[in-house]
């Protein structure tokens, strides 16, 4: 055994730690606070203040408080921009729930055994590189394309299918890209649907489809809630696929924020339709997630 | 849910749905063996591509890239990202709540708004944008989700073997490293390959922070589709598709052989 | 050698609660242990046994008072420099260590060579009859083998005390007897001191040489087994250890210890041996043990001649449970009470028995009739 009085020495220095967790916990949080408050927090705060600012004549920064980003934003040619992406994760969210939905349903009700290889199934694609994935989509709409070389072989049809550079390549795109973040939450939500319930409902004289309607998809809602914010907010940000896939058609706020930085180089614009994007996605969560109780963390993992 | 057997419709669109998945993926691994260069038509079988993007220096520097700012986030964003899942799931500090808020940004707000930030950020600094600022924004927005992940994991953690190491002589150092981390090493080690995954796979903040000169695998891979489309970048896909599924194969094994001891 | 092995002075832990308030859960506690003893620490939960042992270990400090260990005063000393260990109640095995590296943790910790690291832990695993489970993990163990390697792994280091947190409060009835015994023999067989929790008092009688009654925070009774059940001094440890009857009543008159009491409802007077002192007309329960009633019919004849302590009663239910017959029994105004009547006799005949709506005698000898101050 250690003799009590040397560590006497000691004593006072790791026993103040001991005896203070709360310097302990700061202790352990602090490398990480400080590293996102200068890596994340110091630069959306300069991102908002930027937006505040207007472009000089040289491309550089003049330092006048300024809102004249945020009433250009309000133009038509901008809300249109706005509503489409809106749009754009709208409807790439409802896609995904069709498409996602039977399959959540369908790996919910299989063996026990089966369903973690099922769902591993799903998952092998997306470890592949992300450009991978669309650039494999891309050979496949093409005019010259797999899908149109196809049919065109079939016989399904005489002409090319126009669908790349289009909104319909880009749904696809964007849905693809997105399954995976939908099907897992909607699983989640289905596997823990009790039997008993279903059986119930039987015993109380639902048909199978009413049953399904009034008991099993009510009970799905919060795996679609948890899906629908973990796709419609990517969505709307998004940029890569409409640059791949859309072609000159198609701009999203995504596409927007980045042609100012990188294009036009109007940083102070491209930051304030850059805060409307945050802000948008902001409230979003907040209102989603004090809807649906926050529970997304054991679905994220 | 119960495993009644389920509608003949529902398991033909299921593999419908899977056949969505894999298709591309499919098509990709296919045709990188192509002789044709417009690779819809097929010609012939060739390991041609295959050479060419073995001698892509273009390639083989942005793979090495890549794999050194994956290996440096992943480590720092791993150490980092445990020690703040420590502190959140066992103390209360002030700005606890806070700090909880501030790590779920970056899950949820879209890449292109912390990409812009960081390279505002780095442009006021003035910091040159190359390997340097990738790894930092990498690290970024990996200690987040190693947080999470390790998180998770810490929930259900039995206290009391903690205790015992005390009770039989550990001080709290040696606790840490003998009882502790060992037991929670397995959360740790999912949160890493996490956190390597995602750099690996990042495009978006990457292509704000990159600047000019440096290069990364998707950032190349995005050049390569977007102005010279040749089967070399479907010979890149596949190479890529089959490292990932041997690496993710070899992890679930190992996995599920743990499991059984 | 000091003169206790632990002792625990007028020791306080006060806890906050995460509304902002506190709680004491330990309060003025005073216990002295004797070296070898088998101490227990009794009471139901919530009553400050576990607090008490865990300040002895170290993982919580005394908020006042002090902890003796070998008569040093331990402060803020960490568990790890102090000569106790625990036995926990999870049984906290480190799971991804073997049986073996376990086992010899504690001895890594005291840097002691492989050699005879080897050699200590073959005798722990003996002691705890576990010899060749060494590569084992803890998962693949059952858990009275489980149980085993915690209590090898904190025994290998000769600590001068053991302290045990209800260690067979997950195991089996069957499992938990024979352990019972096993931690019995193997505690005289080592002769350190152990403090062991429970909340069992048929296990602590069982195994103790003394035992703390604690409740609230405070310890009642402290006293071998046989004084804690046969002279509770109150009425709270009268009740939690075995079995009594209670009947409130008035002091009419103190004689030394005799005690004379008028039972309230039933306006008869008894007398009974005072636990305490008192006054008269002070309000008072009377306890009286099942097996210690004695019964007879209501004619004044037979061998109970001679007690006087005596109150009527009518049979309601019989409960013959082979060794003894439980007799339930109606004294009017709502009063009852239960007397265990061993089966001396040997026959089939049911008139040999009590049965039910025989009126009774209650005779309550006066040395086992205990008064006890109210609440």
Redesign the interface.
Known sequence: MADVQTSKVKFSFSTQLRENPVAQGLALISPTFLYLLIFMILPMLLVAILSFMMRGSYGNIVYRFSIGNYTRLADTLYLRILAYSLGVGLATTIFTILIGYPLAYYIARAPTRQRSILLFLILVPFWTNFIIRIYAWIMILRTEGFLNTLLLNLGLINVPLDILYTPTAVLIGMAYEFLPFMVLPLYTSLEKIENAQLEAAADLGARPWRAFLRVTLPLSVPGMIAGSILVFIPAMGMFVVPDLMGGAKTILVGNLIRNQFLVSRDWPFGAAASMLLMILTLAFTLYYTRKAGFGGEELLI | ????K?ALW??I??YL??L??????L??VI?SFNTQK????WEGFTLKWYEVLFNDSNVILATRNTLIIAFVATFVATV??T??A???Q???????TM?ET??Y??????????G??????FA?INLQLGLTTIT??H??FN??FV???V??RLHGF?K??E??????????W?TFK??TL??I?PGVLSGAMLAF?LS??D??ITY?TAGPGATT??LR??SM??FAVTPE?NA??TL??LT??II?LTS?IIQKRQAQ? | MSEYAVEMQNVVKIFPTPEGGEVTAVDHVTLRIQHGEFFSLLGPSGCGKTTSLRMMAGFEWPTEGEIYIDSKAMGRIPPYLRTVNTVFQSYALFQHMSVFQNVAFGLEMENVNKAEISRHVANALEMVKLTGMDRRKPRQLSGGQQQRVALARALVKRPAVLLLDEPLGALDLKLRKEMQLELKALQEHVGITFIYVTHDQEEALTMSDRIAVMSQGKTLQIGTPLEIYERPNCRFVADFIGETNFLKGTVKKVDKEKVTVLLTSLSKEIEGLGQGSFIFGQDVTVSIRPEKIRLADDTGAGALKGLENFLHAKVVRTAYVGSDTRVFLDLGKDIKMRAWEQNHVSTLDPDAYYAVGDVVRVYMPIENTLVLPEG
């Open positions: 849910m119960s495993e009644k389920p529902l398991r669109f299921s749905v899977y969505y998945i894999y298709l591309p993926i098509i990709l045709f417009m690779n819809i038509r980092v990202g020690l703040a420590l502190a959140l066992r103390y209360r500090f002030p700005g606890y700090t501030v790590l940004i970056p899950v949820i707000i879209p890449e292109v708004v912390m812009i930030s960081l390279l505002a950020f006021l930092l924004s690290i970024a200690i987040p947080t999470l992940v998180r998770a039995d009391s073997i205790e015992a190491a005390m009770d039989l002589g550990a001080n709290e040696t003998r009882v060992p037991t090493m995954t690996l796979d495009y978006v704000f695998l998707p891979v995005f589709v977007r970048v890149l896909s890529w598709v990932v599924f993710l679930q001891n």
